[in-house]
């Protein structure tokens, strides 16, 4: 009627205990020894890529560059496409073609006007100096020149 066990199955159950504690215990020292492992390839992957940083370090070219203030506009990239910006967009250049349109100077010669806006909105550039292809032309003419001289007074003579 009472406990049909004895004193004998208790030490096997705080033996299987223990060693369900010792398994958890060596379980949470291989995940500690884990993350221990991983933060110190973590941090060395941190150093090679700022060791990378430093080899593509492009400072010394930034001292060439204009600075980015005074050439600060709004791209198309940072411009986020509404519908609100898209009808703004379509009042302002329908308003813009109406003045380009009823402008008495566009209306007499566009073309010279259109040409004439470009040269006042447009940056001057520079062209490079053009190596003059003349001479070697005028070479090349003198030969052919004295060939059809010589051949022209051989057949007088």
Known sequence: ?????????????ADQKFEKK???YSKVRE?????????IKKKKRIRTRQKKLKAYNLSSLAECLPDLES?????PADFKVTTKSKQKLVMKETNQLKTV??????QADPLAA???????TQPVCEKPARK???????????????????GSQSMEE
């Open 1 to 13: 009627m009472g406990k049909t066990s004895s004193r004998k199955d208790k030490p096997k159950h």
């Open 22 to 24: 010792l398994e958890f």
């Open 31 to 39: 995940t500690v020894a884990l993350g221990a492992q991983k933060a």
């Open 71 to 75: 050439s600060k506009r709004e791209t």
């Open 101 to 106: 349109l009823n402008n008495p100077t566009f």
């Open 114 to 120: 259109l040409h004439q806006h470009l040269q006042n």
């Open 132 to 150: 003059s292809v003349t001479g070697k032309k005028k070479k090349n003419k003198k030969k052919k020149g004295s060939k059809a001289s010589t």
